[in-house]
């Protein structure tokens, strides 16, 4: 950071500490000066707020602790400090007073956040699970999805690869959508995403599991909604707070392939064994080093990966405030390197800005607040998809024996270029050189995102209070990509260099409005919410791309104006479609002495992506909860049952994450176009247009069901907590294209059906305690159970077909959705080991088995479960799915004086994931080979498991339970040990000087062979566990410091 | 309460339900695309909707389904092989009909099958609307109505030369239509062909450099006597009786007659000028292309256009997606012949039926051999290689390896798998003169002696006599070979003269229980000629399967094809 900008830092936060501090004085005639230090330790506690009750303004403590205040005789004094019961103090004859503050360790009267509003922990009647901002923190990831992994049970994380900036796939309570099973995000208060969001800024994650929680978001909610409430500022004395930390990363684990022998000999194996002879590889010339005559043997993968990518992270923070106004400041950057070729083919940088304020005025009768912020991220990636759309493909398939650099080139100077790296050998064509196509194409995209959320509370009387709030998200991101002209193999080439430019300006207003008031009746206490949002989005698209760059051949340069190919190129300006919704809400909540409580919560919902007259949606909910530990009868248990409380909810909630105007028919003349006469070139295509899909008018919103039981129960003095719940998710009126017959001659229309029932219990366990003075530690455990079964999709075969030519080229179907089964399950054949000769070939016929045609000793026995004869797609059954079902997750910390260590474990069970060790089967005879392959079979009794090797394999090419393992795993995901100097530095202006180590990722315990069980690719929304052999996730080695003033 | 908190709670709640109660916030419209309700309404949309019914039969070829027509009837026939690589088991399952192949394929023409049912809906939906539209001439009515159901008659064609059995739907509906006969399919075919050759205009589109690919009065014509000729062999034993929608032999020859006598078509002068391939040097790609190709040749009948504007990103759906199939396997270093994935190896004893002197045999197939490049190793993946490649279809590159349509396309991203820009040709003048002859003009020998002519030079191998229907089928299996023509010729000649020629095309002399050929499958020499088992062949009767998910999506209304279940 330049010296300038730090200035404008330091302005920005003395003009809005100035703004704090402008306090009403109060007229008195009484100087009271004193101390306020805390129970525990008896150290002073600096920037408490004390008051004058009933007087406006006010006073915080210094640094020692102390305060100064003027008060009549008789008045009261109210001090607080966050953390703390506020304790009041008549004052009387003594002008000094010391007062002592009892920490406040009473967790049930922690709130957590619900939807329009919050509420106290143990009124709740519906499954949340609450993460706090400094958990977030200190496991220092990217993304605050990461750092739930393991920590939120019911919450099934996800990455989707281990590319710097990718995403996250969260499924909360199993996947109830065949469109979309990503959450609702709320960021405090309006919709937003959580991956702009620095995870320093987080005050607490609340997530709402169950459909009655959830259902005050209706059409929004059936995939459970997030809630992130960040940071805002405090009463007292400001704080100035500084994390950092730099780290180093490198793959966790790298695949084996083959070396160049190895290589050759195998190769020599599977041509003998399809009836040619060995290889003469001394024919081709291109296999050995120009100038030593030496064989090449290139580690490919080692080539692809870097070792010691940075990752970094710096937030400064600023907060505090008066009585009548707090504000918080945050001023964060982030970066992480890819391991996958560094930062020049991976990338992800991130800066973050944000200020939250509130003032109260007119004596409280009105707060006003605000929360802007403002996340900038520039983004470098590369492929990490299919087989077709993944970078790392190439490191598999190409042979060793390709050289990288052509001879006469040896050095890396030109990474930008293609042209000094070597193209296909004469001995392989499809070789393609994967280092060069990791560097050549170069691209960014950069994103900007505003978020300017500003509300006004009005409290007219007491317990009424009528709140609007207007969010503004304004997102503007841009791409730009450049590849030069380059040859790898005859098909993998580009003979004219290219760029593309896109522009991306889009907004969403969202305007809420919600009235609360709280009321008793005797012991019935009430509370009573209505409310209305609206919101509208839309946005605009610019993209273009061109040929021929010429002089400008370089991708500093490489933009639309320098491309010289004047009478061509494209250029699209396109709307983002305008997305309207309309909501109206209510929730009615009673409560009887904490011991009986009921809520009840009704939505109605309207969305633009409907047709008239089914636009609108209702969306209701009940929850009830009974305290048992407040009955009398339960006095006998007190002494070890502090609390338990049996929960009950119901409710429904919606989806539309669909794309616009989906109920209609609409009419193209995108590519209806056809080219007359003679000659060719997009220019001469005169204009057609056709109707590409049918229409339904009848489109409605896809509906989730739920029901959960459960409880919540402390023990032994607050020490033992522990949660527990049971759910039953029905989700139904998906909205599907069905495959409508071919005749119908359009794109079949979406419709309303199917529906899948989601099963499962979660259960968290937390200890808590001291030994001594120094010592405290907490240990957690939790573990969620989830089971996934589809029925009633409206198609004529129940079916939901997956994708073709995913891993190998003529892959057919493989996974697909079905009545009676999980969702993206694995459909193919079962095997039963090899062949081992060929007795038993012919004892399996006889036994009036089918084999696949060519089958020999060392192929794989498919289980011809029908007994037919034959193998056809009447023998494939399900093979199980790549989602778990079970997720768990350990935590442990210990402190000891100014030491702390904590340790976070996650872990999945119950799936599988398909791996063919990365090899392209079809069309791929001479690809690599991982180690796998070295126990392949070579004759009787050499192996059962891996197939002889033999050109046009039929084992692999049929897909099989051979290509599935059970992803099983334990991860190590954090180790953290710190240390704070705060105490021995002994600075009062110094609270915290916290030095820590923290290794990420440390260790996978798992039987899975290939590179990471955490599959989240799976080329459809509902689909997961296809391992193409994508971006790897890194173990990261950090370094940081936590320093608060 | 008191009242005033009552009036202010009161004021709250009018307040928040006066937002956004207006229906119309919610009324929002594409801007992108119109609305099939406010469509096909008017003169200029009819025009619009018919351009897209030709780029309806454009995408059979240019969607990327796999296999097109051309490709399945080329590789079926007794011209060609399967080939393709290792793992293209369809490639061989096709031309030896044997499912074994590839067991778990049984959606193998669900692609294509599904293009021409979008295409043939695309026409429905325009001729339903024809009534409705208020016309500025009889004309521009007959002329866009008869390219439609021209288009639509070529699709059903199509349809029924490849399945037999398909629903027949001539207005858009969702229902499951059960499978007609093939006769009330001819009987549509044959309306609308004869709509389009009886009312369109004489001389619209005549001017071929800008309306080549549109379909005049004189393609639906000639189409008409193709559709007589495939009818009459397959479902009357080529007796020559009239068929479906009262089509008869006479009638089928004057409308050859008719196209003749227009005087709008001649023969290419030199036989390799109309194809790429065989008329294009070799040159660099700063030179460009050196070719004497005659795009818009007066020979050409029916054609169906393509372009080079289409890459694996953008809309233009327009590429021939066909043609990279036959290209030289892998390799690019025989320029002008471009590289592709070697499906298709020519037959030798289909080489072997051209004589000397006829300059057919060098503009039909390129031999490996010749061009230095016949090494069993020419490709190491490369199966049922024959060493001979079709050359009417081959794609082209320069000298340094580059596809010459994507060198020369100005769309971003060009590339040789989907910017392939051959036209299609359906029907030559030579089609219609042969065709005349085999109907029975009495112009008959010196129609067929105009097409020696072309390919001998005038007078050689003339014949002296009116010629005799199997001297026809010859000279057409010689002039029409690789043009996706020969499948059905053979089909209409019988169903044992099929079996025999299929059965014998791996042998040397071509008929079963001759001398095997050799070919290399991954470099190993082998023979091949006991893969073709009659009772494959002939059971399937030369129509293809119907994909299994359309049998699935009728509740099994539909019924698989015989020899394919």
Redesign the interface.
């Known amino acids: 950071m330049s010296k300038k900008s730090l200035k404008l830092i330091v302005l920005v936060v003395t003009l809005l500490t100035m703004q704090a501090m402008g306090m009403g004085a109060a007229l008195s005639a009484k100087a009271i000066s004193g101390t306020v230090v805390s129970s525990t330790d008896n150290e002073p506690l600096i920037g408490a707020t004390v008051q004058v009750e009933g007087a406006q303004g006010g006073t915080i403590t210094d640094f020692e602790g102390n305060f100064k205040i003027e008060a009549n005789e008789g008045q009261t004094l109210v001090v607080s400090y966050i953390g703390y019961i506020t304790k009041k103090v008549k004052v009387a004859g003594a002008s000094v007073l010391n007062i002592v503050l009892d920490e406040d360790k009473a967790s049930l009267d922690e709130v957590v956040v619900i939807g329009y509003g919050v509420q106290k922990k143990k009124l709740v009647t519906g499954a949340t699970v609450q993460l706090k901002g400094e958990d977030v923190a200190k496991l220092n990831t990217n993304n605050a999805l990461q750092a739930m992994q393991g920590q939120t049970p019911g919450v099934n994380i996800i990455s989707e690869s281990g590319q710097p900036g990718s995403g996250m796939k969260v499924i909360i309570r199993g996947q109830g959508s065949n469109i979309s099973n990503s959450p609702l995000y709320i960021i405090d208060g309006i919709p937003g995403s959580i991956d702009n969001i620095n995870p320093s800024d987080i005050q607490s994650i609340d997530v709402l599991k169950d459909a009655a929680s959830a259902a005050i978001y209706g059409a929004q909610a059936a995939n459970g909604v997030v809630l992130v409430t960040t940071r805002g500022g405090k009463e007292g004395r400001a704080q100035v707070t500084f994390d950092a930390y730099i780290g180093w990363e490198r793959a966790a684990r790298k695949i084996d392939m083959l070396d160049a022998n190895q290589y050759m000999a195998l190769m020599d194996e599977q041509a003998r064994n399809?009836?040619?002879d060995s290889y003469k590889w001394s024919d081709y010339a291109s296999i050995y080093n120009q100038q030593t005559g030496q064989l090449n043997n290139t580690n490919w993968i080692g080539e692809m990966f870097k070792d010691n990518a940075v990752t970094q992270s710096y937030t400064l923070g600023v907060n505090g405030g008066s009585s009548v106004s707090t504000y918080a400041v945050s001023l964060g950057y982030y970066s992480q390197e890819g391991i996958v070729g560094g930062s020049q083919a991976s990338n992800y940088d991130r800066y973050n800005f944000r200020v939250n304020m509130e003032q109260k005025l007119f004596d409280d009768l009105l707060k006003v607040g605000e929360n802007v912020s403002f996340a900038y991220n520039k983004t470098k990636g590369i492929g990490t998809g299919n087989m077709y759309n993944n970078a790392l493909r190439g490191a598999y398939g190409t042979s060793p024996l390709q050289a990288i650099w052509l001879a006469e080139q040896p050095e890396r100077a030109d990474l930008n270029n293609g042209y000094a790296y070597s193209v296909a050998t004469d001995w392989?064509?499809y070789d393609g050189n994967p280092v060069s196509g990791l560097y050549r194409s170069r691209n960014l995209s950069d994103n900007q995102n505003w978020v300017a959320n500003v509300y006004a509370e009005l409290q007219?009387?007491k317990n009424?209070k009528?709140k609007t709030q207007l969010g503004f998200n304004h997102n503007s991101s841009s791409y730009r990509a450049y590849t030069p002209a380059y040859?790898v193999t005859?098909?993998s080439?580009?003979?004219v260099p290219?760029v593309?430019q896109n522009m991306y300006k889009g907004w969403t207003l969202t305007?809420t409005?919600?009235?609360t008031?709280d009321w008793n009746i005797k012991d019935h206490a009430f509370n009573a919410m209505?409310?209305?949002e609206?919101e509208r989005f839309q946005g605009d698209n610019m993209a273009g791309?061109?040929?021929l760059l010429d002089i400008f051949n370089s991708w500093d340069t490489a933009y639309l104006n320098n491309a010289v190919?004047l009478?061509?190129?494209?250029l699209k300006g396109?709307?983002s479609?305008?997305?309207?919704?309309?909501s109206?809400f209510g929730r009615i909540g009673w409560n009887y002495q904490d011991k009986y409580m009921l809520n009840a919560t009704l939505r109605c919902d309207?969305?633009?992506r409907f047709a008239?007259g089914h636009?609108y949606g209702w969306f209701p909910s009940v929850s009830a909860g009974w305290v048992i530990t407040e009955e009398k009868f339960m006095k006998t248990t007190k002494s070890w049952l502090d609390f338990f409380k049996i929960r009950a909810s119901w409710g429904q909630v919606g989806n539309n994450s669909i794309g616009?105007?989906l109920y209609?028919?609409?009419?193209?003349?995108?590519?209806?176009?056809?080219?007359?006469?003679?000659?060719?070139?997009?220019?001469?295509?005169?204009?057609?247009?056709?109707?590409n899909r049918?229409?339904n008018d009848e489109l409605k919103w896809e509906t989730s069901e739920q029901t959960d039981l459960g409880f919540d129960a402390r023990f032994i003095g607050g020490r033992l907590n522990v949660n527990f719940d049971w759910y039953y998710k029905k989700t139904k009126d998906w909205i599907v294209q069905a495959?409508?017959?071919?005749?119908?001659?359009?794109d079949a229309p979406y419709i309303n059906g199917g529906d899948v029932t989601n099963k499962g219990i979660e259960i968290g366990l937390s200890w808590r305690d001291n030994i001594g003075k120094d010592f405290s530690y907490s240990v957690g455990a939790n573990m969620a159970y989830n089971k996934n079964e589809v029925g009633k999709i409206p198609?004529?075969?129940g079916i939901i077909h997956g994708s073709t030519n995913i891993m190998f080229?003529?892959q057919?179907e493989f996974y697909r959705c079905e009545n009676g089964h999980a969702m993206g399950y694995f459909w193919g054949y079962r095997t039963d080991g090899l062949f081992q000769n060929q007795q038993e070939i012919d004892n399996w016929i006889a036994a009036g088995n089918g084999v696949?045609?060519g089958t020999a000793p060392g192929d794989v026995r498919i289980v011809d479960i029908n007994n037919d004869g034959?193998?056809?797609?009447a023998d494939?059954v399900d093979l199980g799915n790549g989602i778990p079902k079970y997720n768990f997750g350990f935590n442990l910390s210990l402190n000891y004086k100014n030491f702390d260590f904590s340790t976070v474990w996650s872990g999945a069970a119950g799936f599988k994931v398909a791996n063919g060790g990365y090899r392209n089967?079809?069309?791929g005879?001479?690809g690599n080979y991982t180690t796998y392959f070295l126990q392949r079979w070579t004759g009787e009794g050499t192996s059962n498991e891996v197939p002889r090797l033999v050109?046009?394999d039929i084992s692999w090419?049929?897909f099989s339970d051979l290509y599935l393992q059970k992803g099983d795993y334990l991860r190590i995901a954090n180790i953290t040990l710190g240390y704070d100097f705060s105490k021995l530095i002994a600075q009062k202006w110094l609270s915290q000087a916290r030095l820590y180590f923290q290794i990420q990722n440390l260790y996978t315990f798992t039987h899975y062979n290939g590179m990471d069980p955490e599959v989240g690719f799976g080329q459809d929304a509902w689909m997961s566990g296809i391992d193409t052999g994508s971006y790897p996730h890194a173990r990261t080695f950090l370094v940081g410091v936590n320093l608060k003033f | 309460m008191n009242k005033k908190k009552i009036n202010i709670i009161a004021l709250g709640v009018a307040g928040l339900m006066m937002v956004g109660c207006s229906e119309s916030f919610l009324e929002t419209t594409s801007k992108t695309d119109l609305n099939s309700t406010s469509f096909y309404q008017n003169e200029v949309q009819a025009k619009y909707a018919v351009v897209g019914c030709y780029d309806g039969y454009q995408r059979t070829v240019s969607n990327g389904s796999w296999p097109t027509l051309f490709q399945a009837v080329e590789t079926m026939s007794d011209d060609c092989l399967g080939g393709g690589g290792p793992d293209d088991r369809s490639d061989r399952l096709m031309d030896r009909f044997d499912r074994s192949y590839m067991p778990d394929q049984i959606d193998l023409f669900n692609g294509l099958w599904g293009d021409y049912y979008k295409g043939i809906y695309r026409c429905n939906e325009l001729i339903g609307s024809i009534d409705k539209i208020s016309w500025s001439s009889d004309d521009t009515r007959n002329t866009i109505e008869g390219e439609a159901r021209a288009i639509r008659a070529l699709e059903y064609f199509d349809l029924v030369r490849m399945f037999e059995r398909v629903p027949l739907l001539t207005a858009a509906s969702t229902d499951v239509v059960p499978q007609s006969e093939p006769d009330a399919i001819y009987e549509q075919i044959v309306a609308d062909l004869k709509f389009a050759a009886d009312n369109m205009p004489a001389d619209q589109y005549k001017d071929k450099s800008a309306n080549l690919g549109r379909i005049t009065k004189y393609a639906a014509a000639a189409m008409l006597a193709r559709v007589y000729l495939f009818y009459d062999g397959v479902y009357n034993n080529n007796a020559g009786g009239t068929m479906p929608g009262g089509l008869t032999k006479a009638q089928a020859l004057q409308y050859c007659e008719d196209v003749i006598s227009s005087q709008n078509y001649s023969l290419e002068q030199e036989f390799k000028n109309l194809w790429p391939a065989a008329c294009t040097e070799a040159s660099t790609k700063e030179e460009g292309r050196k070719t004497t190709y005659v795009e818009a040749s007066n020979e050409i009948v029916w054609v169906v256009k393509f372009n080079n504007d289409q890459n694996w990103n953008n809309d233009n759906i327009n590429g021939n997606r066909f043609v990279i199939n036959l290209g030289l396997r892998n390799v690019t270093s025989y320029a002008p012949y471009g590289n592709g994935w070697g499906a298709c190896p020519v037959t030798p004893y289909a080489n072997s039926l051209f004589r000397s002197g006829d300059s057919r045999s060098t503009a039909t197939v390129i031999n490996c051999t010749d061009i230095g490049a016949y090494k069993e190793q020419i490709t190491t993946d490369c199966m049922d290689y024959t060493g001979l490649v079709n050359k009417k279809y081959c794609p082209l590159i320069f000298t340094d390896g580059t596809s010459m349509p994507a060198a020369e396309t100005t769309v971003d991203g060009g590339n040789m798998q989907t910017n392939q820009d051959q036209n299609w040709i359906l029907i030559r003048y030579a089609d219609v003169l042969l065709m005349a002859a085999e109907l029975g003009s009495s112009n008959a020998q010196q129609y067929f002696n105009q097409v020696r002519d072309r390919a001998f030079g005038a007078g050689v191998n003339n014949i002296g006599a009116a010629p005799t229907r199997e001297q026809i089928w010859q000279e057409r299996r010689l002039e029409f070979m690789g043009e996706g023509i020969r499948y059905f010729d053979l089909r209409r000649q019988g169903m044992d003269a099929f079996v025999a020629a299929q059965m014998g095309q791996a042998n040397a002399n071509g008929i079963a229980g001759g001398n095997p050929i050799t070919i290399y499958n991954n470099k190993v020499a082998t023979t091949i000629s006991d893969t073709y088992v009659e009772n494959n062949i002939r059971a399937k009767r030369g129509f293809f399967q119907i994909p299994y998910s359309q049998i699935t999506l009728s509740g099994n209304i539909y019924t698989q094809n015989a020899g394919w279940e």
Not at chain 1, 577 to 582: A, T
Not at chain 1, 665 to 691: D, M, Q, R, W
């Open positions: 399809s009836g040619s392989y064509q007219p009387i009424l009528i040859t005859t098909n080439k580009q003979d290219t593309s305007w409005n919600t009235a008031y209505i409310g209305m609206a791309n061109n040929t190919n009478n061509t190129g494209e396109y709307p479609n305008d997305y309207r919704r309309v109206y309207g969305s633009s008239d636009r616009d105007y209609a028919a609409p009419v193209t003349l995108i590519g209806a176009g056809y080219n007359f006469g003679t000659g060719k070139g997009s220019e001469l295509n005169t204009v057609g247009a056709y109707a049918l229409g495959p409508v017959i071919a005749t119908a001659g359009a198609t004529v075969d080229n003529n057919t696949l045609t034959q193998i056809n797609d494939k089967w079809g069309n005879d001479q050109n046009g090419t049929n």
